[in-house]
């Protein structure tokens, strides 16, 4: 009943026009970004940030969580018409939606990606309200130790889950936690790798690091190859799906929201990593394997529907923990920290409206983006045909107005530039970036944990076996470390990353 | 033309970088002060990143020279020259920005940036750079109060 209340507490603040205007922005500009390739949701949200300064913190996370969500939808239409993923978490409906676009079915895969994501999404947002106050009660309880223990696991699993070399991702990370030190000591004050650089006192920037490492680097990786691209030229009619399309893709869609959900909550799962896994848990129990790939409805209504599930999933450690899953999420935290919130099991308490008027808006922004998305193709694929000489430069100038406008300073585009160019070339080596944005991220929160743990255990590393929770995310971690080493699995990610990339 | 590369070869170039900038970030970490178990100082947890980073460099370098064929392997696109040409241009704008102001230096960026072999239209370009610095000019700077750098002239 309790929770009821303070649903309805958290629609009245969705429901402010301002809220709301900020809601549609944000879905909108999702919507757009998500369609477009070449700029993830990532990117775009640290473009934005720099706009949430003047608003209440409650309209910037209404804002900047409906470009993530947006996205997921965005890039399902680019997937299937473009067969090019707007987006990373829309990859593998390129398989399915795109053949499905060949033969004539546009219309349904838009259809089933559109509302395998609201039902998706809506139930995923049930479970954050169920899950999100018992984790925080239990957080409360949580030493650094135990923080520690979290972090190092959120790092092991998002190494463990990327689709290449897992040393390689576990060197990403490790360089993300360096980055992370530059600038003052976060115990005692002392400059930390600033080469007498001023600029440097505060760090590295998060927003141009991401906009360099994502945004910069695949302009640069897109310009030095050809820059035309082909649309399929098909007329999208019937957006509806049929009844068999429905029956199709009924389980599909449960399955999906439950490994979105899921594999969201889990610290470095996320949208991308749970559309693989319900893609291939959909060919595996299906009757007709064979016909995935091919243009198979369920190809697009499981990926799609996990996607979305993954979003509410993700915000279940961001409130209740203050631990960000993935890399949007660290975008949402630096947002709102910048606000002066410090989302955490106290959130809950001291700032109910911004977690009750985030829950609600994305209620209404999930009903927005299924009203708006469906009649509105027409002018997504009409962007989609905005030629990439015209659209590049455009994406970069507002990555150089992002990293400018953060500390009003162009020291911050020179980093955004550098970590363009070093995300380049670094891509070129198929190193990826996500392990090391978030241990960029949970840099600070680690060496505080584990200094202050040490600091409390007189030095003794023990504290972190005595302590249960610690232990058990310590020795998850090595043992998801160790596993790529047998080599039955190591042969089954090789096989996975062969299939993904085929 | 496309530079062809072996891919091997470039690979243990990247995994030498690798090992020394660890080893560069564990000395660097001893000058700032390790401090001790009971109270870690500033170099503490940087040393400890340095290491990591030291072990798992080696391991990639155990790994892959130990197995593997010379690949080769388009390294660039056919257009890479328009990667050094935009890299230089982005920084040169970083270090031009408040002197010239916003309003010239991103139109002259735009210019160059929309100016490709495929469209060479100087009319097309330039109505392009004015739209494209006219409204984030009023969206960022009018709208939402980004204050975009003046420069020299004032505007």
Redesign the interface.
């Known amino acids: 009943m309790d929770v009821l209340i303070q649903l309805l507490e958290g629609f009245k603040i969705a429901f402010i026009p301002v809220n709301l205007l900020y809601a549609f922005v944000g879905v909108f500009v999702g919507t757009l970004i998500g369609v477009l390739p070449g700029i993830g949701p990532a990117g775009t949200i640290s473009i934005l940030i720099?706009?949430t300064f003047?608003i209440s913190p409650v309209s910037a996370i209404i804002m900047l969580a409906g470009i993530y969500y947006g996205a997921m939808y965005g890039g399902s239409i680019t997937s299937i018409l473009v067969n090019i993923p707007g987006e990373a978490a829309s990859v593998v409906t390129c398989l399915d939606g795109y053949q499905m676009a060949r033969q004539g079915r546009a219309g349904p895969a838009l259809g089933i990606a559109a509302f395998g994501s609201f039902i998706a999404g809506t139930f995923s947002l049930i479970g954050l309200m169920i899950l999100a106050f018992p984790l925080a009660k239990v957080a409360l309880k949580f030493g650094p130790p135990e923080y520690f223990g979290l972090m190092v696991l959120g790092l092991t699993i998002v190494t463990y889950l990327v689709r290449g070399?897992v040393?390689?991702a576990?060197?990403m990370a490790?360089?993300g936690?360096?980055l992370s030190?530059v600038g003052m000591?976060v115990?005692?004050g002392?400059p930390?790798?600033t080469f007498g650089i001023i600029d440097l006192a505060d760090g590295i920037g998060l927003v141009p690091l991401v906009m360099g490492v994502f945004g910069?680097s695949e302009?640069?990786?897109n310009?030095?190859?050809?820059?035309s691209r082909q649309i399929f030229e098909t007329k999208i009619k019937g957006l509806l799906p049929n009844l068999k399309d429905w029956k199709d893709s009924k389980w599909p869609i449960v399955r999906g929201t439950l490994i979105g959900f899921f594999l969201g909550v889990l610290p470095g799962g996320g949208a991308i990593i749970s559309s693989f896994v319900s893609y291939a848990v959909e060919k595996k129990v299906s009757k007709h394997p064979e016909k995935f790939g091919k243009g198979a409805i369920e190809g697009v209504a499981g990926p799609e529907s996990a996607n979305n599930s993954a979003i509410g999933g993700a915000f279940i450690p961001f409130f209740s923990l203050g631990i960000p899953p993935n890399v949007v999420m660290a975008l949402l935290l630096g947002a709102l920290m910048i606000h002066g919130v410090q989302p955490g099991p106290l959130i809950l308490k001291q700032h109910p409206d911004i977690f009750w008027g985030t829950v609600a808006s994305m209620y209404v922004g999930n009903g927005m983006l299924l009203l708006l998305n469906i009649p509105l193709i027409g002018i997504w694929v009409k962007i989609l045909k905005i030629p990439y000489?015209?659209l590049?430069?455009?994406i970069?100038?507002?990555c150089?107005?992002g990293s400018?406008?953060i500390n009003?300073t162009?020291?911050d585009?020179?980093i955004m530039?550098f970590f363009?160019?070093v995300g380049?070339i670094l891509r070129?080596?198929e190193y990826e970036f996500a392990p090391l944005v978030l241990g960029y991220v949970l840099g600070p929160m680690?060496?505080r944990s584990?200094?202050q743990s040490?600091?409390l255990s007189?030095?003794?590393f023990l504290i972190f076996i005595n302590r249960n929770i610690s232990a058990v995310c310590l020795l998850t971690s090595i043992i998801l470390l160790l596993t790529p080493l047998m080599p039955s699995i190591r042969k089954r990610r090789e096989v996975l990353t062969r299939e993904v990339e085929e | 033309m496309e530079i062809v590369t072996i891919r091997k070869k470039y690979q243990r170039f990247c995994n030498v970088l690798w090992l020394l900038t660890s080893m560069t970030i564990c000395v660097a970490s001893i000058q700032l002060k390790l401090g001790t178990l009971t109270d870690p100082g500033p170099g503490f947890m940087p040393f400890g990143t340095g290491l990591f980073l030291l072990f798992f460099s080696l391991l990639a370098w155990f790994r892959e020279s130990r197995g593997g064929e010379k690949e080769k392997v388009p390294w660039a696109g056919p257009y890479w020259k328009r990667v050094i040409t935009t890299i230089i241009s982005l920084s040169v704008y970083a270090l031009i920005l408040t002197k010239l102001g916003y309003l010239i230096t991103t139109f002259l960026l735009m210019m160059f940036l929309f100016w490709t072999p495929e469209n060479k239209k100087w009319v097309v370009i330039i109505v392009k750079a004015v739209l494209s610095t006219g409204v984030t000019y009023l969206v960022f700077d009018k709208w939402l109060e980004c204050q975009l750098p003046k420069g020299i002239f004032g505007f």
Do not use: A, H, N, W
């Open positions: 720099p706009i003047r070399s040393i390689r576990l060197q490790v360089l936690i360096f030190s000591d115990m005692v002392t930390r790798f910069v302009v640069l990786l310009v030095e190859q050809t820059l000489p015209t590049f430069p455009m970069l100038l507002f150089l107005i400018y406008s009003f162009t020291f585009i020179l530039v363009g160019l380049y070129k080596f680690l060496e584990l200094r040490l600091i007189d030095g003794s």
